[in-house]
């Protein structure tokens, strides 16, 4: 059955019961998200996608959202925008500076999130987590300290593919993407199909074909996620 619902203004008819996010995106508003991926079952942790919903209290995930009759939501608000960059600068905290030596430079979704936002810089204790970067498998690069633990990957392998071999470890007190008993790709059930690289929004989980190391360029690229670590350099 379809509802009428309102996004800034805007009236839309979509199922009932369809992710709000979603049908924002489809219809041409854009409301930032990293969690979510269309072809896999949102979870709803990063916070991004916080909108308000008249006559509910406080923000709410779109991606987790149902699409109910006569909704009328706000994608933009000083409330949201707040708790919105708060988000961002809780994932910052966890992910290093240097954009311009990773091989996913220019082309990653993060970086893009980031410009788009204006949130570049974090307020909070920063954690380098020190995981050495794994190129031991074939066809697949696992450079962890990048990982946002957008979870992207985790559900790739287990929902899309059906092989379930990446999972959330812990250590210290650090969750960390990994494998059973930390064993190396190559020595789990691995099927090498690449569903976790592609859905990776970050320079996390690479295939090697692309994204093996940061390309020789002839001059300096301002870092265009305009990263603290390169604040004297101007940008374009
Ligand atoms: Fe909705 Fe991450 S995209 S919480």
Redesign the pocket.
């Known amino acids: 059955m379809e509802v009428t619902i309102q996004i800034d203004g805007k009236e839309l008819h979509v199922e009932q019961g369809s992710n709000v996010?979603e049908a924002a995106l489809t219809n041409g508003i854009y409301i930032p998200?990293?969690?979510?991926h269309p072809d896999l079952p949102?979870i709803?942790?990063?916070?991004?996608?916080i909108v308000e919903v008249e006559g509910r209290e406080g923000v709410w995930?779109?991606?987790?959202l149902e699409a109910e009759e006569g909704m009328k939501i706000r994608t933009d608000s000083e409330q949201i925008s707040h708790l919105r960059n708060l988000s961002m600068e809780l994932i910052l905290a966890a992910h290093p500076e240097d954009c311009s030596t990773c091989p996913k430079y220019g082309q990653c979704e993060m970086q893009t999130l980031i410009q788009y936002m204006g949130v570049s810089a974090t307020r909070m204790n920063t954690r380098v987590k020190g995981i050495k970067m794994n190129d031991s498998n074939p066809l697949i690069i696992h450079d962890m300290n990048r990982c946002v633990l957008?979870g992207r990957c985790v559900r790739a392998c287990a929902d899309l593919r059906g092989v379930g071999v990446l999972q959330y470890n812990k250590k210290e007190m650090e969750t960390y993407i990994g494998t059973l008993h930390d064993r190396l790709l190559k020595d789990s059930d691995c099927r090498f199909c690449g569903a976790c690289a592609e859905v990776c929004p970050t320079g996390t989980i690479r295939d090697m074909v692309n994204y093996t190391a940061v390309e020789k360029r002839d001059t300096l690229i301002p870092c265009q996620a305009a990263c603290p670590a390169h604040a004297d350099v101007p940008r374009y």
């Open positions: 996010l998200h990293l969690c979510h949102d709803g942790s990063c916070r991004l996608c995930p779109s991606c987790k957008c």
